[in-house]
């Protein structure tokens, strides 16, 4: 399966949860971090864990495990790295404050 492919179901998968200002950046040829960042808001604490867990769920349904997971427990900016794909779910004061949007905006956005 392609980062595409994982991108648009963690996508799907933040879209159940409610999750809000989603942003697919494909990183490839920019970064060796990533192919690719899923960057998300949601409203609290309890809502951007319900989104980490989903988001989870649906990757191992498809036998995509997480790699690491970091910011869970305080729930402001939860990263989930899946390997070619990271996903970032922020609350939404820490994504203004660290605006990835910004900072990648030479990765093309995937619709």
């Known amino acids: 399966m392609d980062f595409k492919e994982i991108c648009y179901i963690v996508k799907d998968a933040i879209e159940d949860k409610k999750g809000e200002k989603i942003r ?12 690719g ?14 989104i980490a867990d989903n ?3 649906k990757l191992a349904k498809r036998n995509i495990y997480i790699h690491h997971r970091e910011g869970y427990q305080t729930g402001e900016w939860i990263l989930l790295d899946f390997g070619g794909v990271i996903v970032h779910l922020f609350n939404k004061e820490k994504r ?9 905006s030479d990765a093309k956005e995937i619709v």
């Not at 697919?24 to 990533?34: E, F, M, N, Y």
């Not at 960042?37 to 319900?50: D, T």
């Not at 203004?96 to 990648?104: A, P, T, V």
């Open 55 to 57: 988001v989870e769920e």
């Open 24 to 35: 697919i950046l494909d990183l490839k040829g920019i970064s060796s971090l990533a192919d």
């Open 96 to 104: 203004e404050f660290y605006d990835l949007d910004r900072i990648w």
């Open 37 to 50: 960042f899923v960057i998300a808001s949601g409203n609290n604490v309890n809502q951007l864990r319900a």
